[in-house]
């Protein structure tokens, strides 16, 4: 008699391309939720509005093609080369094929898409529209703390001084607020050099009658102590891994480092920046220009991720997103300008993934946003939200989502359970 085990998600694990799944993968997939670790949820910022259109490319709607005839991703059947033909996803929709690392993750359905999602807010700042996707709150410049801290669930005792962090130079917008949370630029750094220095601070912020600075130094300094204890321990990524060189690449092989270390972190968060083509997207071929270039550090990344943590992957779950999308018709440089509806990743053991999600509006200009962008079908804070109540257990979604009616009746079914 098959099982579960053995014929997963009704049949969907088969074969990856031409080959078996990868035993990694296969073991993520296989692998149940550990009762007794920390649930992780990792947001990924892509910094510049990311050209969703051909990130995810709609090869099946006609007026992609009409409407760039220099920058479209030919479809998946062109006669190109296959580096520059788009992945086949479902007969409509096809991955970049710079993303070509991520398919086995869609095939093996632990990567789920939602297309034409993003914020509702109307702004094309960047800098609007990054601050009120990293509150939560589109269009209310008044929200002091972001979602991400919001989301985190109040601990009955003590909690791990990394339990919230991003890598980076700065606590980013998402992560502030009432609970602890630190940016480690990298792990190598995070620490202070002098040992003397260390403890007169240390004893200083300790000693403090200010109740907020003495525990902001306490989780400081624990977190610099934690994080010392780790460094000591060579690490190696699993499963053959190969993180894509640059800040994102080592940003997501750090936060696989502190999982796989069980320190206790909930969420966290990393950001890729350069997504702001209005000049040049591609070259003269798909596989070549900026937009390309980024992607395969992004796929390449990500995909290393998840190769890392193996059957870790059971308590991950990876969500992606940019401050807006792109204009759908190309400008006179061949590149895009700023837009509006986007596109969002989904990864993790507990995804119900090999599926693109969310109702296409159509690129005719009577379905377009403003007669120019991608139109809206799904609100960004509905897949945070699913994410938040499903995989972190918070149940608040009114707390982490204030002014926004976010429910389970608002889910796209992007997790099992």
């Known amino acids: 008699m098959l099982t579960r085990r053995i014929f997963l998600r009704d049949s969907a694990l088969a074969m990856v391309g031409v080959g078996v799944v990868p035993g990694w993968l296969a073991r993520a997939v296989y692998a149940a939720p550990s009762s007794g670790r920390k649930k992780t949820l990792v947001a990924i910022f892509q910094r510049g ?71 509702p807010d109307p702004t094309r700042s960047h800098f609007d529209a990054q601050d009120f996707m990293e509150a ?63 403890g007169t601070f240390e004893t200083m912020y300790m000693k403090s009658p200010d109740t907020v600075l003495h525990g902001a130094g306490r989780d400081t300094f624990e977190a610099v102590k934690l994080v010392k204890s780790i460094q000591q321990r060579p690490y190696t990524p699993e499963n053959g891994a190969t993180y894509s060189n640059g800040r994102f690449g080592e940003s997501l092989r750090q936060i696989a480092q502190l999982i796989k270390a069980d320190v206790g972190v909930e969420v966290a968060f990393a950001d890729i920046g350069g997504w702001d083509h209005h000049v040049q997207e591609v070259g003269q071929r798909a596989s070549q220009g900026a937009l390309p270039n980024l992607l395969r550090e992004y796929g390449g990344s990500l995909a290393a991720f998840c190769q890392d943590l193996g059957d870790r992957l059971a308590d991950v779950a990876v969500v992606t997103m940019s401050e807006f999308g792109r204009t759908v018709h190309e400008n006179g440089n061949r590149g895009t300008d ?3 509806g986007n596109v969002m990743f989904v990864m993790g053991g507990g995804v119900q993934g090999g599926k693109i999600y969310g109702q296409w509006p159509g690129l005719e200009r009577e379905q377009l946003w403003e007669g120019r962008d991608l139109n809206l079908t799904s609100d960004f804070r509905d897949v945070l939200a699913e994410l938040v109540q499903t995989h972190l257990g918070n149940q608040k979604l009114d707390a982490v989502f204030p002014g926004y009616a976010a429910s389970p009746e608002k889910f796209r079914g992007l997790l099992r359970g």
């Open 49 to 119: 509005a990311a050209d969703g259109l051909n990130i995810l490319v709609p090869f099946g709607e006609k007026r992609y093609y009409e409407l760039r005839p220099s920058i479209a991703v030919p479809n998946p059947s062109a006669n190109n080369e296959k580096e520059d033909r788009a992945i086949d996803l479902d007969g409509f929709f096809g991955l970049n094929p710079a993303l070509a690392p991520l398919k086995a993750l869609y095939d093996a359905r632990t990567m789920a898409i939602v297309q034409a999602a993003g914020s």
């Open 136 to 198: 939560g709150t589109p269009g209310v410049k008044s929200t002091r703390d972001g979602w991400m801290n919001r989301a985190l669930r109040p601990e009955a005792g003590k909690s791990s001084s990394l339990r919230a962090l991003a890598l980076g130079p700065a606590l980013p917008r998402s992560l502030r607020g009432r609970n602890a949370a630190i940016a480690v630029n990298t792990l190598r750094e995070f620490q202070v050099h002098d040992a003397m220095a260390s």
């Open 338 to 340: 700023h837009g509006h």
